[in-house]
């Protein structure tokens, strides 16, 4: 079973009630980080504030990250500085540095236990070498002191390795609980289990869930990608999901104490965690665009084939995977949702550094809320989007659209379903039903069919073999066998009209 070493635990959380209560100074939907630090933040300054969670604390990318709060990311100061001015990149630098030391501060105020460790990027190539080299151009133009490195402790030879020291790694659970804690010592609700599927536009705006109607002066949406159409923000993200896992070394096995990340595709992550029975080693990369790898199983095959290939005899505790969104002009996207008076706000397209992007968009729109704002935060806004950004959102739509014509193509061309079709167990078919798209799937003995068309706009799903789900390739959405929506910007769940179950 696919579940992240975070979340198998037994969680000290408990979901409030539905309030009786319709209306709060502010709705935040979506119980990650981003979502949390923004209620603590409002309830502290005194807002009578509500969290509605869809699934459970932490369900989606939280709970599922690799948990490094680092300011060295990958390769990601040079691509931005290839868009943009360098103040521009700066103000993405002051972000991050922002939302590292708010959460490590509030750490070391909470006792959440975390680990000083250094950042390493390192190259496996010439190329990644150059690309290396541009980066810690780039990371010294903004003020981080990198060196360089050709030993950085890995078991492997390295062309090349950039460091920089200071950053840090924690449980991103024990980050969440706490926060939950602390929002509602300061009088917020966290109610989990409820969907939000609509916000209104009139004053005070009306938040439609499943579970009824309440009002709001202000909604944050801390949803990763923004669950309303309002800006068309799901056309400019890219979902890329990855993988991780974590293993436990042979006896003796010396495991290496930086957090690690390859500037080489594929990407391969690599940090520490401990435990009370010794030190695990967590992997993980192998990423793809969500929705569009043929065996999403593959990819976390390769990871822990690379894996055990350098650490051999580890043993494999937890295997997961998760999703984050990259804009395609690369900068996060954080404040006011458009054509929504000003009080709806989003931030997402952290681009797999949101333990600070985060935090750093929480800060910023809650001080927005509350009456401030921050330099950076007004440069980020500003900044234009560069030609190559423009270009990419055209490419990522004609990509999407190619493929709901190419998809519509190959549900015609595939097997028909019928009442007898049982694919083999864990495995799903896409087909047409009676005339309609659908999909049939076998898991744990049990077969389930559902509509074929995803919930958002439409796209058709495609199964994954890793997280046994219906992922679909246009913005990410994802949906159970039984057709129960997951995550991604739909706001339903599969249709019911094709939709049974047999056993
Ligand atoms: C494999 C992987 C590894 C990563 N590693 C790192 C790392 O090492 N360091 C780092 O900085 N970043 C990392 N990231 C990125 C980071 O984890 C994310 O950017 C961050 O967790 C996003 O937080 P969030 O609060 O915006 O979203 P989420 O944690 O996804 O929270 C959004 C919440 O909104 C809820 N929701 C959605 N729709 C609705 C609705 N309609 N109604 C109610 N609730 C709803 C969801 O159920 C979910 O709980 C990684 C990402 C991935 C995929
Ligand atoms: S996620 Fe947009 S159509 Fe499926």
């Known amino acids: 079973m696919m579940e992240s070493l975070w ?110 460790r250094t950042a390493i990027t390192f190259a496996t190539t010439d190329d990644g070498g ?53 929002v509602r010592k300061h009088g917020g609700l966290i109610v989990e289990g409820v969907q939000v599927q609509n916000v209104g536009s009139d004053r005070p705006l009306e938040v439609f869930t499943r579970k009824g109607t309440f009002t709001a002066d202000t909604v944050v949406l801390a949803t990763g990608t923004p669950i309303l159409d309002r800006g068309l923000y799901f056309t400019k993200l890219e979902p890329n999901r990855s993988y991780a896992a974590a293993l436990r070394p042979q006896a003796g096995t010396k495991i290496p104490q930086a957090m690690y990340l390859s500037i080489d595709a594929p990407t391969r992550s690599q940090r520490t965690h401990p435990t009370p029975d010794g030190e695990l080693l967590l992997v993980g990369g192998y990423g793809h665009t969500g929705g569009r790898a043929t065996s999403p199983k593959k990819h976390l095959d390769d990871l822990l084939g690379w894996a055990s290939h350098h650490y051999p005899g580890a043993e494999v505790t937890h295997t997961w995977s998760a999703q984050d969104y990259q804009a395609t002009n690369l900068m996060p996207f954080f404040g006011k949702l458009p054509r929504g008076h000003g009080r709806i ?30 330099d950076w935060a007004t440069t980020i806004h500003h900044r234009v989007t560069s030609p190559q950004g423009a270009f990419q959102a055209v490419r990522l739509n004609a990509g999407t659209a190619k493929r709901m014509i190419e998809d519509k193509a190959r549900v015609r061309s595939n097997p028909e379903i019928t009442d007898e079709t049982r694919p083999p167990e864990g495995t799903g078919v896409v087909g047409l039903y009676k005339g309609e798209p659908a999909a049939v799937s076998t898991v744990d003995g049990k077969v389930c069919l559902v509509s074929a068309s995803c919930a958002h706009l439409g796209g058709l ?24 929506y997951l995550e991604g910007p739909a706001t339903h769940h599969l249709q019911k009209s094709v939709g049974k179950t047999r056993d």
């Open 7 to 116: 979340l198998d635990r037994e969680s000290p959380f408990t979901s409030d009630s539905l309030p009786d209560e319709k209306h709060f100074d502010t709705i935040v939907v979506g119980a990650g980080i981003t979502g949390l630090v923004a209620a603590l933040l409002l309830s502290r300054a005194g807002q009578r504030v509500v969290v509605f969670e869809a699934r459970t604390l932490g369900a989606v990318t939280t709970g599922n990250t690799t948990g490094k709060l680092s300011l060295l990311q990958g390769g990601v100061l040079s691509a931005l500085r290839g868009q943009y001015a360098l103040r521009v990149v700066q103000a993405y630098m002051e972000a991050n540095k922002t939302g590292q030391a708010w959460l490590t501060q509030y750490l070391e105020q909470q006792g959440v236990p975390f680990q000083r």
């Open 461 to 484: 799903l495609g199964w994954n073999d890793a997280d046994k789900s219906w992922d679909c390739p246009l913005h990410g959405s994802r949906f159970t066998p039984e057709g129960k």
């Open 345 to 374: 706000f989003f931030g997402t397209g952290y681009n797999k550094w949101g333990m600070s992007n985060g935090v750093a968009a929480a800060l910023s729109m809650t001080s927005d809320i509350l009456g401030g704002q921050s």
């Open 130 to 182: 150059q690309r290396l080299r541009k980066e810690a151009a780039v990371s010294r133009d903004v003020g981080l002191d990198v060196h360089f490195s050709r030993d950085p402790g890995l078991p492997f030879p390295v062309v090349e390795a950039l460091e920089l020291e200071g950053q840090a790694q924690f449980h991103p659970m024990e980050v969440l609980d706490t926060l939950a804690k602390d």
